[in-house]
């Protein structure tokens, strides 16, 4: 079971603000590695595209074990709702060898709020 959570279960980031969580694993076996992700992607008509902005490894990590990450919001891209395409915000936490992965959802905007097409 994998695990990631945001400080004070924030969801709404403005760029420059800090992102900070805690990642958590209980696995059978130690995985090779964890690594935890800050990512974008977009989702409806189209090709999804999907891109890493930051990350942090834990190497060797032991089956159970809990680690904190800080990431800084960048300023861009925003996140956005249109009638095509949605641009989402993510962070999520995946063990190596494990085929599984946790995530939460974030909004990353001036105002707190996607942008939305008019």
């Known amino acids: 079971m994998l695990t990631v959570e945001i400080n004070g279960n924030q969801t709404a980031f403005r760029p420059g603000e800090p992102i900070d969580g805690l990642a958590g694993w209980q696995l059978d076996d130690p995985p ?3 690594e935890v992700r800050l990512f974008w992607q977009t ?10 902005v ?3 490894r834990f190497d060797g990590p032991a089956a159970v074990d809990a680690q904190t990450f800080h ?6 891209p925003l996140s956005y ?3 095509l395409i ?5 962070v ?3 063990a190596r060898k494990v085929n599984e992965a946790a995530r939460v959802s974030l909004v990353v905007s001036p105002d707190g709020e ?3 097409a008019e």
Not at 86 to 90: F, K, N, P, V
Request: hydrophobic share 35%; proline share 6%; charged share 30%.
């Open 32 to 34: 090779k590695g964890v």
């Open 43 to 52: 989702a409806g008509k189209g090709t999804e595209d999907v891109s890493v």
């Open 54 to 56: 930051e990350a942090a």
């Open 71 to 76: 990431f800084t919001a960048p300023g861009g």
């Open 81 to 83: 709702e249109g009638n």
């Open 86 to 90: 949605e641009l989402r915000w993510g």
């Open 92 to 94: 999520e936490v995946v």
């Open 114 to 116: 996607p942008v939305r």
